[in-house]
């Protein structure tokens, strides 16, 4: 079966940084792209940018450029999300989704919330 | 703010048929594709439409979508109380950047 299965959930003080993973199983890792998404409570969904899995090439937007960093590690078919410079404005849930063939996000992680409190 | 404009709520009711708009922009909308997302309570985004009117497999053809110029909609049809959830619509811009709707509240009342 497809699936993206995320880290468990974090709580950093503020100034803290926190890094979550996203494990693909059941596809072919390298032919797709990791996005970032991000919904606080009761919010929208708010993109993050992106890492291409095979290649390793990311896309910040720039409200997160220099805050957040994309990697992956094909040997284990896994992306992770590193978040630095926490504060309360960055406690929300975070969502992996694989872009699909059709500019669109065909499959989601469950989620993973992160709070920040000091 | 999101760039794309989606009405807060809507509401309809059981087999009635409901639609959602998606107001975007020609940096958005009138040149790309759209897609929809259904988030129930407590879950994680499920994409329902992709390429403006197309269903991955699994998805009800009770849901359908459309595009003309700057905007979009999603239709359901035959509603459902396991259709109450919180709605999405979905495009890239020009600005190069994915952008979201605000989301639509759907009760069936």
């Known amino acids: 079966q497809v699936h993206l299965v995320q880290s468990g959930a974090e709580v950093k003080k503020p100034g803290a940084t926190v890094k979550v993973s996203c494990k693909a199983s059941g596809y072919t890792f390298g032919n797709y792209a990791i996005h970032w998404v991000r919904q606080a409570p009761g919010q929208g969904l708010e993109w993050m940018g992106w890492?291409?899995?095979?290649?390793?090439?990311?896309k910040y937007t720039v409200r997160f450029q220099g805050r957040v960093t994309y990697s992956r590690d094909k040997s284990t078919r896994t992306v992770y999300m590193e978040l630095s410079s926490l504060t309360s404005q960055d406690t929300a849930v975070y969502y992996c989704?694989?872009?699909?063939?059709?500019?669109?996000?065909?499959?989601w992680g469950q989620g993973t919330m992160v709070t920040v409190s000091s | 703010q999101s760039v794309l404009t989606q009405p807060p709520s809507v509401s309809a009711a059981p087999g009635q048929r409901v639609a959602i708009s998606c107001a975007g922009s020609s940096s958005n909308i009138r040149d790309e594709y759209v897609s929809w997302y259904q988030q129930l309570p407590g879950t994680a985004p499920k994409l329902l439409i992709f390429d403006t009117n197309k269903r991955p497999p699994g998805i009800s053809d009770r849901f359908s979508g459309s595009k003309s110029g700057t905007s979009a909609t999603l239709y359901i049809t035959g509603l459902q109380t396991g259709d109450e959830a919180d709605y999405y619509c979905?495009?890239?811009?020009?600005?190069?950047?994915?952008?979201f709707g605000g989301g639509t509240k759907l009760t069936v009342l």
């Open positions: 989704a694989r872009e699909g063939s059709f500019d669109a996000f065909d499959l």
């Open positions: 979905g495009a890239w811009d020009s600005s190069q950047s994915w952008i």
């Open positions: 890492i291409n899995a095979g290649s390793g090439k990311t």
